[in-house]
C-alpha cells in the first residue's frame, strides 16, 4: 500500500511564476490537509480538503494561494505569483476518516530564487 | 488561537539516557495527542498517540505520559539510541472539523 506521494519533491521557481504541488492520498484516504514548515519552524495547517470540497481553509493566505482535491486525481496547492517568502517544504497528509491520524508524504520543498 | 506549547527547542542525550520532551495544551476540547517523528528530509512520520482517558502509552521504547488536570503530556524515550536522533513534533486535535495544531518540534540528538 503506497504511502502519501507528492510531486515535485523539489521545485526551484523564480519570483512571480506559479508553483503548483501535488499530493495523491494513500489508497481508501478521503481527507486531505496541506501543512506549511518553514526552517527551525513547526507545521502549520494551511488548508483542508475532502473530495472536491474545501472544508477548511482557515490556515490559507488570503491572496495567491489556492487548493482543490478533485473528483478524480491528485489534490493540487497552487501558488501563484511566488515571492521569496514562499521558500519552505509543504507537506501533504491524508486520512482514511475525519478522526483518523493523517499521515505524511515526503513533502515539496520550493525555493523561490 | 488553540495552541499547543512544546519544549525543550532542542536536546542533547548520551546513549542510553531517557530524554524527556514536555507539551502543555489550553484548549480542554482536545481530544487526540499524537507525536510525530521528522528525520531531515523526510515528512513527519506518527510515532505513538494518546488519548485524555488515558493516563500513560507505551509502544517499545516510546512512553506518552498525559496529565489531564494540568492540560499536559509528554514523550519519555527510553535508552535512546543514536538512530533516534530527529525532530519530534506534538500534537493536538481539537474536536470539530479542525485538523490537528503542531507544537514547534524538539531537535533531540542522542550521542554515541
Known amino acids: 500500500n503506497a504511502g502519501v506521494m507528492q510531486n515535485p519533491r523539489h521545485l526551484v521557481r523564480r519570483r512571480g511564476q506559479e508553483a503548483r504541488l501535488r499530493c495523491s492520498p494513500m489508497?481508501?484516504?478521503?481527507?486531505v490537509y496541506w501543512y506549511r514548515q518553514l526552517p527551525e519552524e513547526g507545521l502549520k495547517f494551511m488548508v483542508y480538503l475532502q473530495k472536491e470540497n474545501i472544508i477548511d481553509e482557515s490556515g490559507m493566505p488570503k491572496e495567491r494561494f489556492s487548493a482543490e482535491f478533485p473528483k478524480e486525481g491528485p489534490s493540487i496547492l497552487r501558488i501563484q505569483q511566488v515571492v521569496r517568502g514562499d521558500s519552505a517544504a509543504y507537506f501533504c497528509a491524508s486520512s482514511p476518516e475525519y478522526r483518523g491520524p493523517p499521515h505524511f508524504g515526503a513533502g515539496t520543498r520550493l525555493s523561490v530564487l | 488561537q488553540q495552541q499547543v506549547k512544546q519544549s525543550p527547542q532542542s536536546l542533547i542525550v548520551q546513549k542510553g539516557g531517557i530524554p524527556i520532551i514536555n507539551c502543555a495544551y489550553e484548549n480542554t476540547a482536545f481530544d487526540y495527542f499524537p507525536w510525530y517523528q521528522q528525520f531531515p528530509g523526510k515528512g513527519p512520520a506518527l510515532l505513538i498517540a494518546?488519548?485524555?482517558?488515558?493516563s500513560e502509552k507505551k509502544e517499545g521504547r516510546f512512553t506518552i505520559s498525559f496529565n489531564k488536570s494540568a492540560k499536559q503530556f509528554s514523550l519519555h524515550i527510553m535508552d535512546s539510541q543514536p538512530g533516534d536522533s530527529a525532530t519530534y513534533f506534538c500534537?493536538?486535535?481539537?474536536?470539530?472539523?479542525?485538523?490537528?495544531?503542531f507544537g514547534k518540534g524538539t531537535r533531540l540528538s542522542v550521542i554515541a
Open positions: 500534537a493536538a486535535r481539537p474536536s470539530g472539523n479542525t485538523p490537528l495544531v
Open positions: 494518546i488519548r485524555p482517558d488515558v
Open positions: 489508497k481508501g484516504h478521503s481527507h
